[in-house]
Each structure stands twice: as structure tokens, then as C-alpha cells.
Antibody
Framework: QVTLRESGPALVKPTQTLTLTCTFS??????????VSWIRQPPGKALEWLAL???????YYSTSLKTRLTISKDTSKNQVVLTMTNMDPVDTATYYC??????????WGQGTLVSVSS | QSALTQPASVSGSPGQSITISCTGT?????????VSWYQQHPGKAPKLMIF???KRPSGVSNRFSGSKSGNTASLTISGLQAEDEADYYC??????????FGGGTELTVL
């Protein structure tokens, strides 16, 4: 079965760079048609899509955040990494990774809460 | 890319049917059949309920159905049950090769 798990720091300081890792099983990102996205949710607020990487190493980013985001994959480790630069308190959120391509995000990790505070 | 528009809250009694709307534009919901719906219980990760406007993943109750007309997609839950009380989010692929979510709808089962 497909599982995903997010890992990374629970607390970062303003202006720092956040690095999150999504470790997954049950599929391979070298298989045609497979993708992984990062999605976040500030406390009490709505979901926001951030970035997607596909089996062909094509990368897609939120228009409003693309200057701060980098997504990459390590197929041999079944991992996808997201970096977000210049973190701000408004970036405090639960960050999820999810599998799925164009039509839907079909499996989700449990999420990891990242707080931005000095 | 602006968020899709959903009602902030809806409610219904057990056994009734409710519908949640999701309004986008001719750059997302109106032009692609890549609309999906997610259920999120408090403190939990979202769960896919509907994809490609009206398809149900394996294991999702047939009480959940989806549809689309123009720029507006809809999620209907029939035979409302207490366990359906949750937040619901719609999502769509966009012409910018990005994805956008709705603002979320809180469903209360009275």
C-alpha cells in the first residue's frame, strides 16, 4: 500500500531556509505517471498547493511562491525534498506531501507542523 | 491564482442530502475535468473522496457524488451520517499548470 511520511524541523527562525523530506513507499517516482506534491495548511485555514515533481523530473510551483521554493527527488531513496527560503511567521503551517498527478492527490502523509518564530 | 470559492459552512440532519459548491473560473474548473474533493477531520490529513469531477476512489461510500456545470463543481452527500461531519475542500488543475484549492466548507450534522 502507498504511504508517505514528512520529516523536518518543527521550528525555524525568520529568514532561515526550511528543508522538508517526504519519504514514501508503495510506488516509485521513476514509474511513468507518478508524481508527488507538497501542500500546506496554516492553523485553522485552508489548504494551499505548493509544488509538484513528476516521474520525468518536471517541476511545477505555486505562482506566488515559486521564487522561494525548490522541489527535488531522490528516486533511489524514494524521497522528495522541498526547500523554502526566507521563512516568515506567516509560513507557519502543517506541511503535507501527497502522491498523485494531474487529476487528484490520492494519498497523503500525516503532515508535519512547522512553526516560524524567533 | 485565486482560491476556488466554497461556502464557509453547510449543515444538515442525519439522513438528509447536502450539496457543497465550488466556483472557479474558465482557467480551472470551467476548462478541466480535474476537479477533486477532500474530506478532513480535525487533526487529520485530508482524504480523497472524489476525483475527475465525479469518480470515487475505491472504498469511498457511494453516498458521495460529484458533478460540474460551467465554472462550478459540486459535491453531494446523501443519507447524511454523523461521521460525515468534517471540513471539505475542492481542488482543480489550472491552465497555469498549477493546482488550486477552495477555501474549505465546514459540514455540521445536526
Amino acid at each position: 500500500q502507498v504511504t508517505l511520511r514528512e520529516s523536518g524541523p518543527a521550528l525555524v527562525k525568520p529568514t532561515q531556509t526550511l528543508t522538508l523530506t517526504c519519504t514514501f513507499s508503495g510506488f516509485s517516482l521513476s514509474t511513468s505517471g507518478m508524481c508527488v506534491s507538497w501542500i500546506r495548511q496554516p492553523p485553522g485555514k485552508a489548504l494551499e498547493w505548493l509544488a509538484l515533481i513528476d516521474w520525468n523530473d518536471d517541476k511545477y510551483y505555486s505562482t506566488s511562491l515559486k521564487t522561494r521554493l525548490t522541489i527535488s527527488k531522490d528516486t533511489s531513496k524514494n524521497q522528495v525534498v522541498l526547500t523554502m527560503t526566507n521563512m516568515d511567521p506567516v509560513d507557519t503551517a502543517t506541511y503535507y506531501c501527497a502522491s498523485g498527478c494531474v487529476d487528484a492527490f490520492d494519498f497523503w502523509g500525516q503532515g508535519t507542523l512547522v512553526s516560524v518564530s524567533s | 491564482q485565486s482560491a476556488l470559492t466554497q461556502p464557509a459552512s453547510v449543515s444538515g440532519s442525519p439522513g438528509q442530502s447536502i450539496t457543497i459548491s465550488c466556483t472557479g473560473t474558465s482557467s480551472d474548473v470551467g476548462v478541466y475535468n480535474y476537479v477533486s474533493w477532500y474530506q478532513q477531520h480535525p487533526g487529520k490529513a485530508p482524504k480523497l473522496m472524489i476525483f475527475d469531477v465525479s469518480k470515487r476512489p475505491s472504498g469511498v461510500s457511494n453516498r458521495f457524488s460529484g458533478s460540474k456545470s460551467g465554472n462550478t463543481a459540486s459535491l453531494t452527500i446523501s443519507g447524511l451520517q454523523a461521521e460525515d461531519e468534517a471540513d471539505y475542500y475542492c481542488s482543480s488543475y489550472t491552465s497555469s499548470s498549477t493546482w488550486v484549492f477552495g477555501g474549505g466548507t465546514e459540514l455540521t450534522v445536526l
